[in-house]
């Protein structure tokens, strides 16, 4: 069950302002390169540190969510008030991303974690795929079935 969010609920901070923070940020801490991609239903930041490429992809809540298009006592909204709602939902979900990346950044920087170990999960490897993407379904039937052998990349073919 994922918990219901609760950070920047309420925020009034453009989605262009944090992306704009997020830019300052990583560069700040020493990126390279920045990059941020929007599709209707998702985006992603990326980012170079060092010799590694990063990579945030995040999905956008769907338009159509009953959250947005109608009230808690299930009266049907305007359309105009459940696309506020909805960019709510995503100035949100922005806000998060920011914060995230902050947490990580501080981390590394205080000497708390490496940069390796705190966005492993976002590294992109040279297939293009991140190592989560990669490895996530072998990770997830490890702990389901309890093997403790060896994890590996498929070699490329």
């Keep these: 069950m994922t918990p219901q969010a609760q950070y920047a609920k309420t925020t009034s901070v453009s989605t262009d302002r ?14 390279t390169q920045f990059g941020l991609l929007e599709q209707p239903d998702k985006f ?33 909204r305007h359309p105009d008030t459940a696309r506020t709602h ?19 950044l501080e981390g590394v920087a205080a000497g708390v974690t490496s940069f390796e170990k ?4 976002f590294i992109v490897l040279p297939s293009g795929q991140t190592v989560y993407e990669a490895t996530g379904e072998q990770v997830d039937h490890a702990i389901m079935t309890g093997y403790t052998g060896h994890l590996a ?5």
């Excluded at 806000?95 to 990580?104: D, H, P, Q, T």
């Excluded at 705190?118 to 999960?121: D, L, Q, S, V």
């Excluded at 990349?153 to 073919?157: D, F, G, I, K, T």
């Design 18 to 31: 944090t992306i704009a923070e997020i830019k300052a940020l990583v560069m700040k801490y020493g990126a």
């Design 44 to 76: 992603a930041v990326a980012f170079e540190y060092g010799n590694l490429q990063v990579r945030f992809e995040i999905e956008l809540p769907d338009r159509n969510d009953r959250r947005f298009t109608h009230t808690a006592t299930r009266q049907a």
């Design 86 to 104: 909805w960019e709510q939902a995503c100035r949100s979900l922005y806000r998060s991303l920011l914060l995230v990346i902050k947490a990580k």
């Design 118 to 121: 705190e966005f492993y999960a």
């Design 153 to 157: 990349l498929e070699a490329p073919r």
